[in-house]
């Protein structure tokens, strides 16, 4: 239950950051991406910023022996680059430059009950079961 729990404050501060930062708006993800218009440089500020957050904590957080609410931590141990993870890579990048959602922010914009959203939502879902179907996983 305390890993639920935390789990689910987690999602809502990245979330609430999301919000905040303007980052649920697919508009400012598809101006970051448009380098010969009108681009828009405040998404790169905002991953620089997850970015430095992350390897200021990062190895604090490592340096304990477990986490609160766990028995150990839990690292990939997987390093290889194989076609699925480059074939996965590519099929976010294309849905996040097409729709200017990526999973997070889309999941926060339901929100605003943006057909946008909905629809993105869906078919993410969608998309996430049939993975699981086809080459069966976690």
Do not use: H
């Amino acid at each position: 239950m305390k890993a639920l729990l935390s789990s689910l404050a987690a999602g809502f501060l990245f979330g609430l950051g999301l919000w905040v930062s303007g980052m649920a708006n697919p508009e400012k993800v598809l101006g970051f991406l448009d380098i010969t218009g009108d681009w828009d440089a405040s998404l790169m500020l905002v991953m620089g910023g997850a970015v430095a957050v992350t390897l200021l904590c990062f190895r604090l957080v490592l340096r304990r022996q477990k986490p609160f609410i766990e028995s150990r931590f839990e690292m990939p141990t997987k390093k290889d680059i194989d076609l699925p993870l480059v074939a996965g890579a590519a099929i976010f990048g294309l849905g996040w430059g097409t729709a200017g959602y990526c999973p997070g922010p889309a999941l926060t914009a339901l929100a605003t009950l943006s057909t946008d959203a909905i629809v993105f939502v869906v078919a993410m879902i969608a998309g996430g079961v049939l993975q699981r179907l086809l080459v069966g996983g976690r």
